[in-house]
T-cell receptor
Framework: TQLLEQSPQFLSIQEGENLTVYCNSSSVFSSLQWYRQEPGEGPVLLVTVVTGGEVKKLKRLTFQFGDARKDSSLHITAAQPGDTGLYLCASNFGNEKLTFGTGTRLTIIP | DAGVTQSPTHLIKTRGQHVTLRCSPISGHKSVSWYQQVLGQGPQFIFQYYEKEERGRGNFPDRFSARQFPNYSSELNVNALLLGDSALYLC?????????????FGPGTRLTVT
């Protein structure tokens, strides 16, 4: 059974601060996706990373994929209230079933 | 382009009843997956269908079933509803390219069992 662990589980910071959330597994990811989900809505795909060591940027969000493809991080600079939500990492581990991480619930305080 | 659509948005049922949830994937996507998300947890995989065939099944009882139609839309059926079936049910359609299964989610159906 492949497990994805995310940390921290909860994070509450002031607007304008920077933050990093992490996603780790004991298994190698074939690829990894990051999603953001708002209450009562479906997860929205933010990025897919495939290659070990890959770095992708999406405005103020920076996604890194570990060299060994067993970990990933999401860094947000100058956080804004609109960044509030549940951040989920997910991987299919080479098959067609998407396994989600435990999630990080982020709250940005204005 | 339209995204993944799901119906109904909300549903209230009583224990023992059955329910049918519907999903239409993004145009051109041939694969549909279903997930259950209980409050405070990440989505849990239920089924995946590709070209009308079941490709994967999660750890859910036989009360859960699904099918996919020739137009790639899908239905999820749950029989003999239990209180614990109350959850957000998510449908996702899959874009595939080498080594990657990228899933796009619909808004979900909120099922409440009383």
């Amino acid at each position: 059974t492949q497990l994805l662990e995310q940390s921290p589980q909860f994070l509450s910071i002031q607007e304008g601060e920077n933050l990093t959330v992490y996603c780790n597994s004991s298994s190698v990811f074939s690829s990894l996706q990051w999603y953001r989900q708002e209450p009562g809505e479906g997860p929205v795909l933010l990025v897919t990373v495939v290659t070990g060591g890959e770095v992708k940027k999406l405005k103020r969000l920076t996604f890194q994929f570990g060299d060994a493809r067993k970990d990933s991080s999401l860094h947000i600079t100058a956080a804004q209230p609109g960044d509030t939500g549940l951040y989920l990492c997910a991987s299919n581990f080479g098959n067609e079933k998407l396994t989600f991480g435990t999630g990080t619930r982020l709250t940005i305080i204005p | 382009d339209a995204g993944v659509t799901q119906s109904p948005t909300h549903l209230i049922k009583t224990r023992g009843q059955h329910v049918t949830l519907r999903c239409s994937p993004i145009s051109g996507h041939k694969s549909v997956s279903w997930y259950q998300q209980v409050l405070g947890q990440g989505p849990q995989f239920i089924f995946q269908y590709y070209e009308k065939e079941e490709r994967g099944r999660g750890n859910f009882p036989d009360r859960f079933s699904a099918r996919q139609f020739p137009n790639y839309s899908s239905e999820l059926n749950v029989n003999a509803l239990l209180l614990g079936d109350s959850a957000l049910y998510l449908c996702a359609s899959t874009r595939t390219y080498p080594q990657v299964y990228e899933q796009y989610f619909g808004p979900g159906t909120r099922l409440t069992v009383t």
